[in-house]
C-alpha cells in the first residue's frame, strides 16, 4: 500500500489534525482536548493583536494520544504559527491559525517497518521519522544511510578486504553483478540519488521524502520477510506425530 500522503501534509489546521499513527502501537494519535497552546513573543505580540497578521508568527505545543484504550501513547508536538484570514459558519470574518510542526515526541512512524527488519535499519528509519517534520536534507540523508546498512546486511560491506572504502555506487553495482538489475537495485539506486540531493539541500520537498518512505516500504518487505521457519518446524512436528502430543 503505498504512502497515504494526506497523512504528512507540512501544515495543520488548529482544528482538523491529521491522523498520525501510534509510534508504539500504530493506532491513530488524536489531538488531546484542549491541549493546544500558542504563545507570541513580545516583539510579535502587536502584530498578532492588531491583526498585522501577514507579518506575525507564534510558536504552539500540543499533545496527541493513542486511541487505542490498551495504549493510550502521547506524543509531544512543537511548531511555528502562522495567520490568515477566514470565515466562520454565518460567514464572519475570523483570524484562522496553519499549524507547522517542527518536532514530535516520539516521532510517528511514516512507515511500517517489520519485526524481521535488523536493528541497525530500524534505528536509522527511526530516526528519520523525526527528522521528517525538523530538517527533511537530513531526513534525505538518512535514507541514504538505510540504503548503505541494507547493502551492508546482504554482504556488500563498505569497506573491501583490503581495507579501502566502497562508495555506495560500486556496492549497488556488485549487488546488480550478483543479483542481476531488477528493481530492488533500482530502488537502492533511486533512493542514494535523493539522498545526496538531501545532503545539498536544507529544504528537500517532502513529496520526494514520501516518495523514498514508498519505495523504501516495498523494498524492505522484499528482503526481509517475516521469518516462517517456526511454522514449518511446527507443521513438520505435527506431521511427524500424526496429530498427538509427543
Given at each position: 500500500m503505498a504512502v497515504d500522503t494526506d497523512l504528512w501534509i507540512g501544515e495543520w489546521d488548529e482544528n482538523d489534525y491529521p491522523s498520525l499513527p501510534c509510534p508504539h502501537c500504530g493506532a491513530p494519535l488524536n489531538a488531546v482536548e484542549n491541549s493546544l497552546r500558542v504563545e507570541s513573543s513580545a516583539h510579535n505580540v502587536e502584530l498578532v493583536n492588531l491583526t498585522d497578521i501577514d507579518d506575525a508568527e507564534s510558536r504552539f505545543t500540543l499533545w496527541l494520544q493513542c486511541g487505542h484504550g490498551r495504549c493510550r501513547e502521547y506524543v509531544t508536538v512543537t511548531g511555528d504559527v502562522r495567520y490568515e484570514p477566514g470565515y466562520d459558519e454565518v460567514g464572519a470574518t475570523i483570524t484562522v491559525l496553519r499549524l507547522t510542526p517542527v518536532h514530535l515526541h516520539r516521532a510517528p512512524p511514516i512507515i511500517g517497518v517489520g519485526e524481521d527488519v535488523p536493528d541497525s535499519i530500524r534505528s536509522?528509519?527511526?530516526?528519520?521519522?523525526?527528522?521528517?517534520?525538523?530538517?527533511?536534507?537530513?531526513?534525505?540523508?538518512?535514507?541514504?544511510?538505510?540504503?548503505?546498512?541494507?547493502?551492508?546486511?546482504?554482504?556488500?560491506?563498505?569497506?573491501?578486504?583490503?581495507?579501502?572504502?566502497?562508495?555506495?555506487?560500486?556496492?549497488?553495482?556488485?549487488?546488480?553483478?550478483?543479483?542481476?538489475?531488477?528493481a530492488m537495485?533500482?530502488?537502492?539506486?533511486?533512493?542514494?540519488?535523493?539522498?545526496?540531493?538531501?545532503?545539498?539541500?536544507?529544504?528537500?520537498?517532502?513529496?520526494?521524502?514520501?516518495?523514498?518512505?514508498?519505495?523504501?516500504?516495498?523494498?524492505?518487505?522484499?528482503?526481509?520477510?517475516?521469518?516462517?521457519?517456526?511454522?514449518?518446524?511446527?507443521?513438520?512436528?505435527?506431521?511427524?506425530?500424526?496429530?498427538r502430543r509427543t
Open positions: 536509522a528509519l527511526q530516526e528519520s521519522f523525526g527528522l521528517f517534520w525538523s530538517d527533511s536534507g537530513a531526513c534525505a540523508a538518512r535514507l541514504r544511510l538505510v540504503v548503505e546498512l541494507i547493502l551492508e546486511d546482504w554482504g556488500f560491506p563498505a569497506t573491501s578486504k583490503g581495507g579501502g572504502f566502497v562508495p555506495v555506487d560500486r556496492r549497488i553495482k556488485d549487488w546488480e553483478t550478483m543479483y542481476g538489475e531488477n537495485s533500482r530502488a537502492l539506486m533511486a533512493i542514494k540519488w535523493l539522498g545526496n540531493v538531501g545532503a545539498h539541500e536544507k529544504q528537500f520537498p517532502r513529496d520526494r521524502l514520501l516518495d523514498a518512505y514508498d519505495i523504501l516500504e516495498r523494498l524492505l518487505r522484499q528482503l526481509f520477510p517475516p521469518d516462517e521457519r517456526h511454522l514449518d518446524e511446527l507443521a513438520s512436528e505435527i506431521i511427524d506425530s500424526k496429530g
